[in-house]
Nanobody
Framework: QVQLVESGGGLVQAGGSLRLSCVAS????????MGWYRQAPGKQRELVVL???????RYADSVKGRFTISRDNAKNTVYLQMDSLKPEDTGVYYC????????????WGQGTQVTVSS
């Protein structure tokens, strides 16, 4: 069983930056997909960015050009670099990793709060 732990959230001013980290308890080198989602209070969880094996990385229009997903396989960590933050970026951010060759399984982190003031 793979566990994901997010960190790096906090309170920042509009225009600021944050880098979220998601550390996996197992290898993500062969991950089928990895991504970040966010959920504002009382709203549905939405996709921020998803990178699928054999496919291109796709960002939500609302974050395109401002957010960047990356990973460090040696550290089993997925990152989300967030620049030029806006108040509407506020929410709980979750990382997701999909693993499995024949029966893919989605693993989710506990979430980390991001609050952008202005």
């Amino acid at each position: 069983q793979v566990q994901l732990v997010e960190s790096g959230g906090g309170l920042v001013q509009a225009g600021g930056s944050l880098r979220l980290s998601c550390v996996a308890s197992g290898s993500i080198f062969n991950a089928n997909a990895m991504g970040w989602y966010r959920q504002a209070p009382g709203k549905q969880r939405e996709l921020v960015v998803l990178s699928s094996s054999g496919s291109t990385t796709r960002y939500a229009d609302s974050v395109k050009g401002r957010f960047t997903i990356s990973r460090d396989n040696a550290k089993n960590t997925v990152y989300l670099q967030m620049d030029s933050l806006k108040p509407e970026d506020t929410g709980v951010y979750y990382c997701k990793v999909v693993l499995g060759r024949w029966a893919s399984t989605e693993y989710w982190g506990q979430g980390t709060q991001v609050t952008v003031s202005s």
